[in-house]
C-alpha cells in the first residue's frame, strides 16, 4: 500500500503560496499578494463571507478564500504570532518615529465618526 499525502493539503498546497520576494514570505493566495492572515482577518473579525471577499477582490475565488481559511486553522499559532509581531513593529515604528500621515487621518476620521456618527470620508 503506498503513502499518499491527504487530500486536503494538496487543496491547499493549489490555493496557498509562500515565496521570499512576495509579502516577505509569507502564506499567500496563489498569484496575489493576499496574506492568509487578511482572509482571516475578512472572515473571522470583520464577519465578510466568503462571497463578500471574492465580490471586494475578484482575484480570488471562494475555492481560495476557504483553502487560505484551511490553512489559516492549520497553522493558527504561527499565523497569530507574526499578526502580533507585525502590529508590535508597527507600535515600535510609531514610537520612535511618532505616528504616520495615514495613522494621523485613520484617526481623525475615527473621532469625526464618534462624534457626528457619519461614515463619509471629508473631501479635500
Known amino acids: 500500500m503506498t503513502t499518499t499525502q491527504p487530500q486536503h493539503e494538496s ?3 493549489k490555493h496557498i503560496e509562500s515565496k521570499p520576494n512576495v509579502c516577505g514570505g509569507k502564506p499567500c493566495v496563489a498569484g496575489t499578494r493576499i496574506r492568509v492572515w487578511d482572509i482571516h482577518v475578512w472572515y473571522d473579525l470583520e464577519s465578510m463571507s466568503p462571497e463578500e471577499i471574492v465580490s471586494d477582490y475578484p482575484q480570488l475565488t471562494v475555492a481560495s478564500v476557504h483553502a487560505a481559511l484551511a490553512y489559516f486553522f492549520d497553522n493558527r ?6 499578526m502580533s509581531e507585525a502590529n508590535e513593529f508597527v507600535a515600535r515604528l510609531e514610537t520612535e518615529q511618532g505616528p504616520t500621515r495615514y495613522t494621523k487621518l485613520r484617526d481623525k476620521l475615527l473621532r469625526d465618526k464618534d462624534n457626528d456618527g457619519s461614515d463619509s470620508v471629508p473631501s479635500g
Do not use: C, T
Open 11 to 13: 487543496v491547499i498546497a
Open 77 to 82: 499559532d504561527a499565523i497569530e504570532q507574526e
